[in-house]
């Protein structure tokens, strides 16, 4: 496990070296990642400018579950973004030298890619959370301090499973395209909002088949104690874990089925 | 002790049967029909420690797929493998730190990392300790006169540099079992012969060596055992140089000459058992010899006799030819060799 983390943190490092090579493009990235976010932002703010109320939720406890999605989006974007890189590996074969190297191969795939946008969601979205927790109506006692350090902490980590576990289509589809894991990405956008808001079938989906909403929204109610079943919300470790495990077991049976490429 | 033991190995892939152009990928999408290609269809074979084996064949024969098989990057379809006593694509870190691989149209150092940083990071994975390394490092950049190179990224290496960093980083960490899969295809001359040279010093070392090329002349000084597979099958396994010595025996030099006339049969007089023919109108000669009847020097001093020789180089068969005759009926195998259809 040490190893592990330690060589993780090794491969990234040569990847920031890498990327550090094209400076225009991390420039580039990080402003749209802030313009994207920051449009999102406004959005919000235009719709409580109208009702003052969404399901009980009022806006700074919306921003609160908003900015976790750009934090959690952040330290994915920076820290596992390989698992986008996943279709073009698979399709050109690229995972022949991965696997003849003494390091997991999952590891290699994650670290392979460095993120650079990641910082400016992590900027916007590190803004809005520290004034959400400014404004939210919560007291803040050590019971709920220690709380939000755990759930916010694993909530990143649902999304990276869900990006493994998605990616992993390519040892399927075998095109070099993510269009697929891209679609449930867009999906998992939906859990910037408070989960009420959507139909039943939606609800099942982000917190059940894809519980996109464990990196934002449960994390958010067990904070606030809000919503209709706030304890939800403490499970998110266990969220986290199943996500991890369930990219883990995707990604193993894809590499049963990598067929490299001819030549 | 069998390093490599491969029993009935088969890889079947599968592809989409579609027809020509758009139309035929749309029909695809309702009707799906697959044809299935066995990749490798029933390859056995042991490889003991220390032994070097050429693994030769046509285009499509099957030799990357069996060295991905072998090295656990695909699953088989169905047979068994063990390396070095384990499965490798079960058990792919373990195997991983047995042996090194190098495919000779993929690079596997970090492409935008400068090649020195590719290397630690490989060192790190394998674990090695500094002085190991250190060690391991020394010799590779000698043998392979890398120095200079490793402090530019493998973006900017030329393909000869690139490939003689690759065979480091598949030999830092010292493997007992190497796999080469065309290590120098698209190498001019020079290259490749210090390639060859270096893997001669490799396998003396005691490394075990399997080698696939299109080009007899990686494996004659190198290998000492010849696999040839067709269609997915091996369909021969035995010593290289009885096979050599049987279907490639015949040299040509092509010479240049400063002046017309040459007299032929003049030279040929000389070469008794040698064919001579005269090339680019006279300027040139070309005398296909065996090595075993006349030396080349002995065909070179020949032709100076006759003529003034200005440039002159020696044509050695392919690989190619060597299997084509070995088809055309002949498969007359030397005693002791073992040979399948
Ligand atoms: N990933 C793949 N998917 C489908 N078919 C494949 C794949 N890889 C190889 N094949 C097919 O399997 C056969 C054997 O290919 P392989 O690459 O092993 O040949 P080879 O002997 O290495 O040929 P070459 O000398 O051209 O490198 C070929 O017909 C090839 O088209
Ligand atoms: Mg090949």
Partial sequence: MRRNLWLYRRCLGAQLRATLEYEGDFWIMSVAALLTQGMGFVFLWAIFRAIPQINGWRFWDVVLIYSLVALTEGVAVLLAQGAWTMAVTVNLGGLDTVLVRPFSPLLQVLSSQIGMNGLGNLVLGGSLFVAALVHVHATWTPVRIATAALVFACAPLVKIGLNILTNCSAFWLKTPWSMFPFAFHTLGELARYPLGIYGLAVRLVLSVVLPYAFMSYFPATAVLSLGSAPWLGLLTPVAAAWCLLLGRWAFRRGLTRYESSGS | ?341
């Fill in chain 2, 1 to 341: 002790m069998a390093r490599i033991e491969a029993d009935d190995l088969r890889k079947v892939f599968r592809r989409p049967d579609k027809g020509p152009g758009l139309a035929g990928s749309l029909r695809h999408l309702v009707e799906r029909r697959y044809t299935e290609k066995a990749a490798v269809d029933g390859i056995s074979l042991r490889v003991d420690a220390g032994e070097a084996v050429a693994y030769v064949g046509p285009n499509g024969a099957g030799k990357s797929t069996t060295i991905k098989l072998l090295t656990g990057i695909l699953v088989p379809t169905s047979g068994e493998v063990r390396v070095n006593g384990i499965v490798p694509h079960r058990h792919r870190i373990e195997n991983a730190r047995g042996v090194g691989v190098v495919f000779g149209q993929r690079t596997s150092l970090w492409w935008d990392l400068p090649v020195r940083d590719s290397f630690e990071l490989l060192r790190d994975m394998h674990g090695l300790g500094a002085a190991e390394y250190r060690e391991n490092l020394d010799r590779l950049v000698e043998m392979l006169q890398i120095g200079d190179l490793l402090d530019s990224t493998a973006r900017r290496l030329s393909l000869g540099q690139r490939m003689r960093c690759d065979l480091a980083a598949a030999l830092l960490h010292a493997p007992p079992i190497v796999y080469l899969d065309e290590p120098t295809i698209g190498l001019d001359i020079e290259v490749k012969d210090r390639l060859r040279t270096f893997l001669r010093q490799v396998v003396a070392g005691g490394t075990t060596l399997v080698l696939t090329t299109h080009d007899l002349g990686d494996i004659e000084d190198v290998c000492s055992r010849l696999v040839i597979i067709d269609q997915g099958r091996i369909v021969h396994d035995g010593g290289l140089r009885q096979v050599i010595e049987t279907y490639a025996r015949e040299r040509v030099m092509h010479a240049d000459l400063a002046s017309r006339p040459v007299s032929l049969s003049g030279v040929a007089a000389r070469l008794p058992g040698a064919t001579v023919t005269e090339e680019r109108d006279g300027l040139g000669v070309a005398v296909a010899f065996d090595p075993l009847a006349h030396t080349a020097a002995a065909v070179l001093s020949a032709l100076q006799q006759e003529a003034e020789v200005v440039d002159l180089r020696i044509e050695e068969p392919a690989i190619e030819d060597v299997v084509r005759r070995m088809y055309a009926g002949q498969l007359d195998a030397a005693p002791g060799e073992r040979t399948g259809t």
